[in-house]
C-alpha cells in the first residue's frame, strides 16, 4: 500500500478540481459560443448532418461550406471549414468552425462555394430512353433512326436537355422541340398518317393546344396541308 503526507494528498485533490473546473469551463466556452453562431443569424444558416464527423452548412437553402474531422495522429486542432475541398480554417471544436463560417459568410470573406454542376445525361442513356419509348410504341430504333416495318419515320434527340424530333414525312425534315422523350417519339410514330389534318386531330386529342410547346405549334401551323385545311 501506497502512503501520501497531506501535503500531497492536497495537491493531488487540488489538481483534480483544478482539470475538473476547467472541463466545466471548456464546456461552458464552446456551448456559449454556438449559441452565439446560432444568434448571430438563427433563420439564415443551416446545418445538416451527414455523419458524425461532416457536415454541409447551408444558407438560405445553398450550400456555403463544409465542417469535417481530421483523423490524422498527433493533431490538436481537428475540426476543418472546408470550401471547394480546400481547408479554410482549424479548430479543436464544431463550434468554432460553425462560427467561423456564419461569420465570415455574413462578412462576405467566405470563399465562394461552387455549387456542382448536375452530371451530364449521357449518349447511351438518351438511346435507351429512346428505346424504350419506342418498344412500348412498336417502333424499332435503329443506328439511323426509327423505324416501323422497315420504313424510316424519323429521328429523336436530345440536345442542352431538350428533345426534338424530326419526321421524314416532312419536306423541310426541321427539328422540332418537345417537353420529352416520350412525346417527340410519340409524334415521330404519326408520321406515316396520310394528312397532317390527320395529324393535328389525333395531337389535339392527345395534347391540349395550350400545352403544345411553341416549336411544336409553330411547326404544325406551317404545314401547307394544315393551312390548306
Known sequence: MTYFTNTEQASKGFNRNAIDELVVAQAELYNYIEAQAQAVAPE???SVEIDFYNH???A????IAQISYDHNDFVT????????????FRADT?????????????????PVQEQETPAATTGNEIMAQIFNECENLGLELLDDGIYRNDEKLGEVGCAGGNWWFTR????DQQQVFCDSVSDAVWCVSRAELPGCADFVDEYLQYRPLEQMPSG??????????????
Request: hydrophobic residues 40%; aromatic residues 12%; glycine residues 4%.
Open 56 to 58: 454541409e452548412i447551408y
Open 77 to 88: 486542432q481537428r475540426w476543418l471549414v472546408m470550401v471547394n475541398n480546400k481547408e479554410e
Open 60 to 63: 438560405n437553402g445553398q450550400l
Open 94 to 110: 464544431w463550434g468554432k468552425c460553425y462560427r467561423y463560417i456564419c461569420t465570415h459568410h455574413l462578412d462576405a470573406s467566405l
Open 44 to 46: 439564415e444558416f443551416t
Open 216 to 229: 411544336e405549334l409553330k411547326h404544325l401551323l406551317d404545314s401547307a396541308e394544315f393551312v390548306a385545311a
Open 168 to 171: 421524314t414525312s416532312d419536306a
